[in-house]
């Protein structure tokens, strides 16, 4: 069927039909598709069946509009770590402790490490663009091949003060960690302070 032909057969498909369409086209099962709509799973498989039948991927962004009227968006899924049973005891555990902290949690120092891509963004990024626009210089993300450039940075803060932000040349292991950060950088620092509880980060 001819892109024409298919996009006037798409406005003859009814509300139903193409709000149908829109939930599987946000991962939601048969199952959860048919509870929504007040049918059975089978009728949301047939309705499903028979649009893919008949369409390509391409056309089937013009699903959008029935997808946003009903409340839906199509995201990227956020990221977690997976976490054991006895990892959720532990956390629940150090919550309790400090659950009725107030004045303590100014004694606290964090530290982190974080790596910073020098040649280009990480995350996904997103341009909106018309038709016969992708090939714009503005619409376009340049980048070299091979390996990105990137630096590591270490730095710590407590309530009313912070470290100095360091940079970390190559891989930080263990040994590293104590003679490059730990001894020279938060000690000194821990020992400037009145009170202070360092928080491990678990690097």
């Avoid at 049973?85 to 659950?99: A, G, I, P, Y």
Wanted: hydrophobic fraction near 40%.
């Amino acid at each position: 069927m001819s892109r024409r032909k298919l996009r006037s057969a798409f406005t003859q498909v009814s509300e139903f039909d193409r709000a149908i369409v829109a939930y599987r086209d946000c991962g939601l099962s048969f199952r959860e598709i048919g509870s929504r709509v007040g049918r059975n799973q089978t009728t949301a498989m047939w309705i499903c069946d028979r649009w893919m039948r008949r369409s390509n991927v391409v056309d089937r962004i013009h699903l959008n509009a029935p997808l946003h009227q009903s409340g839906l968006s199509a995201r990227r899924p956020l990221l977690g770590l997976l976490l054991t049973q006895n990892h959720r005891r532990l956390r629940r555990q150090w919550c309790d402790e400090r659950r009725m902290w107030v004045a303590e949690w100014k004694e606290v120092v964090f530290t982190d490490e974080l790596r910073i891509c020098l040649q280009h963004h990480d995350s996904r990024i997103r341009v909106r663009i018309l038709r016969g626009e992708r090939m714009l210089n503005s619409c376009v993300m340049h980048r070299h091949t091979g390996p990105a450039p990137d630096i590591m940075v270490w730095g710590g803060i407590g309530y009313h003060s912070r470290t100095l932000l360091v940079r970390i040349d190559s891989t930080l292991n263990s040994q590293r960690n104590i003679s490059e950060v730990l001894e020279p950088l938060v000690l000194p620092y821990l020992q400037g302070l009145a009170t202070a509880i360092f928080q491990q980060d678990n690097a």
